[in-house]
């Protein structure tokens, strides 16, 4: 049972570690946005079909 | 869809011929609006939009031209300091308010659009928050040609200053979301130290196995206590320090003692640990905490971009006492510049009066809700609003603060003001916790006697189980959730008592301008009376309405500046064209005219009895005639006599009998009062099913008549819009103003119809009810549960962690049913 003394400390290190990549997450703006993302990746693939392979990046005139 | 516009859905008047070819099919459109934003939004090959939405657009207002011209102000340097930030040498970057998203294929087709355009660099638009940011090459495009761009697909978007208010609300969420963090991660791992403990049988488990359990545990809840419950203790002693007893302090109270216990058994190693306990009540509690804050902010959003639409722009008369003017944006104003102030128009800067006889309204700025007489040499205050005629003032202090301002105001005011119910659930909150902290102090004190190791454990769980969250969640909670869904609803809320007063209205009194009709009244006649000719007439209407922002008036100048008459038979000719001289000395008269000088010459034009009073002639026949027909009659005359009269009709906007026969069918009484002849009213209240409805009503009266209804019980809700309905609007238990009516009237009212539409009152009348019974529903669970659990707490049959989850799961409870007012998103 003696390896408690390594893992349980080693556990604790570990929860920090992960609460600062949670942090450094939230700081970074990941968590602003929670419904954006899902609708977006939906929309994107079907606009590439329907333009026929189109280049999305073609430039329009705006319209008046 | 055969009657209803593809894009909009709106019914398509008959007669309208509008189609676009669609995805292989001509669609049918309401309007030339609707017809240019689908031929936009195909031509980008962005059809796809109309496969994905769930939710149909705003009506898209038909492009106004000056708006449109507007916003090529945006791209002046001056304008742009205050949102527009540079990113490397060519590159800028703004942040944008988009307006009219209501669904996720909006933000999609925004996002494609805005994207194609040459010269943009990167959008992105938040979905929660409807903010974009965008940015864009300078040699290739101009700020004003991608605001020109989104309002071709039919959105509306405004730069922002991002410094204030969204950085702000960003913070706070992302403060809560990590505290939150904090506060769950910890107990998820505390509790796996706590299991072991748990499960582990008699001697299974070394005593320094245990011990090494409760520190990691201890190390594990210090920023769980120190940082997440930080909150809680700093309103608990915040209330102590002013005397009060809120919810916060047995929270504060029970955390405390039962972490201060914990350590005290970790340190001797003796008795008890609740640390997993302590952690997961933190959770839970922050996560209610958490959901109320992100229903709150989304409301106050919608405030936000209400209080936007207050201009940005004022006119200025760069060559005063000449009237010409000109529109620049209010950044750009220097101090002695001469500014025109129209009726009903915020005044955008510190300044002393010209010219012009006018009262100012400068409650936002001092809680005075009578309007302060202004003669020339007085002062005004910006973001203080024009009242009766319009004001030539000197410029005398200038600070882009004006806008911001009232911006704060106004989202401060809904903030700030806390509804009656919320402040009954607060005392009896308040009274319950004194009572609640007497019991636990005395069942601390008899379980002391009895078993002395369990009093404290009696005592936490006492305190806890029975916090008083939810008896204080229950309101403001659904209150949040309902002012965010009405929103939605295009019902914008901005006192605290309007939701609850629009739930119990038995009345919906309708002023009849601009509310059921378009109001937009239209010249369909005019006569000349012999002293001139009819288009001397005309200019004179000109230069009298010149400063208008009545409904009448402006169509008279609109007519007057085109001279356009349906039927040109009746004497007007197609085109006038004409330089309107200048009239001074302009007076309005709420609901009765406007007085001025023209060349020398005294007139009045307004009611046939207003002008009357001028010269004592007869009324032409005419006049009679037109009023009993129902029309608009207005008569302009000089001290000579009669010079010529008009003839205005208004027509009823396209849902409003629906609307009527809707909130009639939620058992409503609906009332219509005007300003107009009665013959005008009689007619229109018989088209759209009104059985009461009076004409000819001054403020005064309309006052009195709602005065009248309220004497007799009832609850009155009163629809209103002009800049004359700003005082029966504050008698009305509750005050509705059209989202297109006059800044006056929108920032004095307690609700807002954003869509102009009032079938979205009904709307908001169901979900008003709907919040109401929520909070019953939530006082009474609250209320049966505290009742049940604290019995059981005091007799030691709940251990300090059922009590937490106890606690949370009322508290979470009451949020989630408040939470349901949320669903059932407008089709």
């Not at chain 2, 965008?134 to 039919?154: C, F, T």
């Not at chain 2, 309103?235 to 009060?244: E, I, M, N, P, Y």
Request: glycine residues 8%.
């Amino acid at each position: 049972m003696d390896i408690l003394y390594l893992l349980i400390p080693l556990s604790i290190v570990l929860v920090f570690l992960i609460g600062a990549g949670f942090w450094w997450s939230l700081k970074s703006g990941q968590f602003d946005d929670l419904d954006g993302p899902g609708y977006r990746i939906l929309m994107d693939d079907d606009r590439v079909r329907a333009e026929d392979g189109q280049d999305a990046s073609l430039p329009e005139n705006p319209p008046k | 869809m055969t009657d209803n516009c593809y894009h909009c859905g709106l019914p398509i008047p008959s007669g309208a011929d509008f189609s676009v070819e669609i995805e292989g099919a001509p669609r049918a459109m309401c309007c030339a609006g609707c017809q240019a934003v689908a031929q936009a939004i195909v031509a980008n090959r962005l059809a796809d939009y109309y496969r994905h939405r769930d939710a149909l657009p705003e009506s898209p207002r038909e492009a106004l031209p000056l708006e449109l011209q507007e916003l090529g102000l945006f791209d002046h340097p001056e304008v742009q300091k205050n949102f527009v930030r540079p990113v490397g040498e060519h590159e800028r970057e703004a942040a944008l308010i988009l307006e009219g998203i209501t669904c996720a294929a909006c933000v999609w087709l925004n996002e494609a659009h805005i994207a194609r355009q040459p010269g943009v660099t990167a959008v992105d638009i938040n979905y929660a928050t409807r903010r974009a940011r965008v940015r864009w090459d300078e040699r290739q495009i101009r700020l004003s040609q991608i605001l020109e761009a989104i309002a071709a697909i039919g959105y509306r978007a405004h730069p922002y200053d991002v410094m204030r208010s969204e950085q702000l609300a960003q913070k706070e969420r992302r403060a809560a979301l990590w505290r939150l963090f904090v506060a769950g991660f910890g107990m998820m791992q505390v509790m796996m130290y706590a299991i072991p403990v748990y499960m582990a049988g008699e001697g299974e488990m070394t005593a320094d196995i245990e011990q090494l359990m409760r520190w990691a545990s201890f190390v594990l809840t210090l920023p769980v206590v120190l940082y997440s419950a930080a909150p809680f203790f700093v309103s608990a002693w915040r209330d102590l320090k002013l005397g009060r007893v809120g919810m916060d302090v047995p929270v504060a109270l029970g955390v405390g003692a039962a972490f201060a216990a914990s350590t005290w058994a970790t340190l001797t190693a003796a008795g008890a640990v609740y640390f997993d306990s302590v952690t997961m009540f933190v959770f839970f509690l922050l996560s209610g905490r958490y959901l109320e804050m992100m229903a709150r902010q989304k409301a106050v959003r919608g405030i936000e971009e209400l209080a936007r639409a207050i201009p940005a722009f004022c006119t200025r008369l760069p060559r005063y006492p000449a009237m010409d003017v000109e529109r620049i944006p209010v950044a750009e104003v220097g101090v002695g510049d001469t500014v025109l102030a129209k009726p009903g128009e915020t005044i955008p800067v510190d300044g002393t009066v010209l010219s012009g006889e006018s009262s100012a309204d400068e409650s936002l700025l001092t809680g005075e809700s009578r309007p302060v007489a202004k003669v020339a040499g007085d002062a005004v205050v910006g973001g203080s609003v024009n009242v009766a005629s319009p004001l030539v003032l000197r410029v005398d202090r200038v600070g882009e603060g004006t806008r911001l301002a009232t911006i704060q105001r106004l989202m401060e005011r809904a903030a700030a003001e806390k509804p009656r119910m919320v402040e009954m659930a607060d005392r009896i909150a308040g009274r319950f916790v004194v009572t609640l902290l007497l019991l636990a102090a005395v069942t601390a004190i008899v379980w002391w006697n009895i078993d002395a190791a369990r009093a404290l454990w009696v005592f936490v769980a006492v305190l806890v189980v029975s916090c008083p969250c939810a008896l204080s969640l229950a309101t403001p909670a659904a209150l949040t959730v309902a002012t965010g869904a009405m929103t939605r609803h295009g019902v914008l809320v901005t006192r605290g008592h309007a939701i609850e007063t629009l739930a119990r209205a038995t009345h919906i009194v309708f002023d009849k301008t601009g509310t059921l009709t378009e109001g937009r009244p239209r010249v369909t006649a005019a006569l000349a009376l012999g002293q001139v000719e009819l288009i001397e007439a005309w200019a004179l209407v000109a230069a009298l309405e010149a400063a208008s922002e009545h409904p009448i008036g402006r169509a008279l100048r609109d007519s007057a500046v085109v001279g356009v008459a349906p039927e040109p038979s009746q004497g007007i000719p197609p085109h006038i064209t004409f330089a309107p001289p200048g009239a001074t000395e302009l007076v309005a008269r709420t609901g009765r005219g406007v007085e001025g000088r023209c060349g020398g010459l005294l007139l009045r034009i307004g009611t046939p009895a207003y002008v009357a009073e001028l010269h004592a002639a007869a009324e032409p026949a005419e006049a009679a005639g037109w009023a009993a027909e129902g029309a608009t009659v207005v008569a302009l005359g000089d001290a000579a006599g009669w010079i010529a009269l008009f003839r205005l009709e208004d027509t009823p906007r396209p849902g409003a009998a629906a609307a009527v026969a809707a909130l009639r069918a939620q058992g409503l009484a609906i009332s219509m009062l005007s300003g107009d002849s009665p013959g005008a009213v009689a007619r229109m209240a018989a088209g759209l099913g009104i059985g009461d409805a009076r004409g000819a009503m001054t403020p005064e009266d309309k006052h009195a008549a709602i005065k009248a209804l309220q004497d007799g019980g009832a609850v009155v809700a009163m629809v209103g819009d002009g800049v004359n309905d700003a005082p029966v609007l504050a008698q009305a238990h509750v005050s509705i103003a059209m989202g297109s009516g006059t800044e006056l009237a929108r920032s004095q009212a307690d609700v807002v119809l954003l869509s102009d539409d009032p079938i979205h009152l009904t709307e908001g009348v169901t979900v008003a009810r709907r919040t109401l019974r929520v909070i019953r529903q939530n006082l009474v669970w609250a209320f049966v549960y505290n009742v049940s659990a604290i019995p059981l707490a005091m007799a030691g049959w709940i251990t300090p962690w059922m009590a937490g989850i106890g606690m949370s799961a009322s508290s979470l409870l009451v949020v989630m049913n408040a939470l349901r007012l949320q669903g059932q998103r407008g089709k």
